[in-house]
């Protein structure tokens, strides 16, 4: 992109990795607080087990497949998480040597000029791969939630069916 011949190149070189860093960092965020809240869906349900006199109650065994989905799930947001903290350092780190190399073009040419692009590069291209990792994992996590709360919605409707009978029979 030659910023004389076209006006958006020099738009574009630096609302892109501003976009992408407030991106990862949006991910983040929401990725903690998804984290918190499975972590607090964890705890809750060890804590009712725990309490629970008859642990092969099937509510309990409900609970601990619960447990075992909010385990799994709290494991995948914190490799999301992490993934997301790599894509906020490479893009950090990309615009940070980007602007070294800028500032070394006037002095030298050839090798200390291309070797911080290079490095930019390389650093845009893992955060980007780390963002993109982050949100497939993230995917898999939803999928996950998914699947406990259909598993709870079906328990809870067998249940008010079963109940609904047993009202009818004593009439």
Not at 14 to 35: E, G, Y
């Amino acid at each position: 992109m030659d910023p004389g011949s076209n006006p958006f190149a020099v738009l574009s070189l630096i609302v892109a990795p501003a976009l992408l860093t407030n991106a990862s960092s949006v991910l983040s965020m929401s990725t903690s607080n998804r984290l918190a809240r499975a972590s607090d869906r964890a705890r809750e349900l060890a804590r009712k087990i725990e309490e629970s006199a008859d642990f092969s109650s099937v509510e309990n065994e409900r609970r601990l497949r619960e447990l075992t989905i909010a385990e799994q799930r709290t494991m995948l947001l914190l490799r999301a998480l992490r993934s997301f903290y790599v894509a906020l350092g490479g893009f950090a780190s990309a615009t940070f040597v980007s602007l070294l190399g800028a500032v070394l073009v006037p002095v030298g040419t050839g090798l200390l000029v291309r070797i911080p692009g290079m490095v930019g590069v390389g650093a845009g291209l893992l955060a980007v791969g780390a963002i993109v990792n982050g949100s497939v994992v993230l995917l898999r996590e939803t999928r996950l939630a998914v699947q406990a709360i259909q598993e709870r919605a079906a328990t809870v409707r067998a249940r008010a069916r079963s109940g609904v009978g047993e009202q009818r029979q004593a009439l």
